[in-house]
């Protein structure tokens, strides 16, 4: 007698409803594992590839805020992207870093974003060759237009993304703030 002469055990229905919810179940859970390992896998490379400008649709940041600079001519030119509303203020500032014989350091700047895009140019004669450090920082405050302290709450409890901190010295309870940073060669300027 061969194993294909062997009678079938019978199957009740069941225990085919219950083998049919299990293989339903079952294949639902390795799709979303599927789906969720994927999403985590294109976020990871998109802000290792990206950076600071990784799409707002996959990191959940808001605003989102993309920061350039390019030096020459003894200028230090910094500009970017944001998706803030016409007439909110960044502020921008630059700093010299540990090659500099001298420490450099510019004035803060407020530069207002103009359809969705802001830039400002400082002067940095005399600075030498080295690593400067530019720093933009969004943060609530009275010059914030209405709509965009609206948006973001009077003291930022909206902001969100992984460049939000938290800003101590400006109160209790202290205001979240976007601190974004990119360095630049000054070597060639």
């Not at 083998?19 to 294109?42: F, P, Q």
């Not at 001519?73 to 630059?94: C, F, H, P, R, Y």
Request: aromatic share 8%; charged share 15%; net charge negative.
């Amino acid at each position: 007698m061969s194993i294909y002469d062997e009678p079938v055990p019978w199957i009740s229905p069941r225990e085919k409803r219950i083998r049919l919810t299990l293989r339903v179940v079952l294949t639902t859970l390795g799709v979303v594992i599927l789906v969720v390992s994927s999403y985590l896998v294109v976020r990871t490379l998109a802000e290792a590839a990206l950076g600071q400008c990784s799409p707002s649709w996959l990191t959940g940041t808001d605003p989102q805020i993309c920061l350039y600079s390019d030096a020459g001519n003894q200028q230090l030119k910094v500009w970017g992207t944001a998706s803030l509303q016409d007439g909110a203020i960044v502020e921008l500032s630059a700093e010299d870093g540990p090659t500099f014989a001298q420490h450099w350091q510019t004035d803060v700047v407020r530069v207002p974003v103009s359809s969705g895009a802001f830039s400002y140019t400082f002067d940095v004669t005399g600075w030498g060759a080295g690593t400067v450090t530019t720093t933009l920082e969004f943060r609530m405050g009275p010059d914030q237009p209405a709509v965009v302290v609206d948006r973001y709450g009077s003291n930022g409890e909206r902001i969100v993304g992984p460049d939000v901190s938290l800003d101590y010295q400006a109160g209790d309870p202290p205001p979240r703030i976007v601190q974004v940073s990119v360095d630049t060669d000054l070597s060639a300027s």
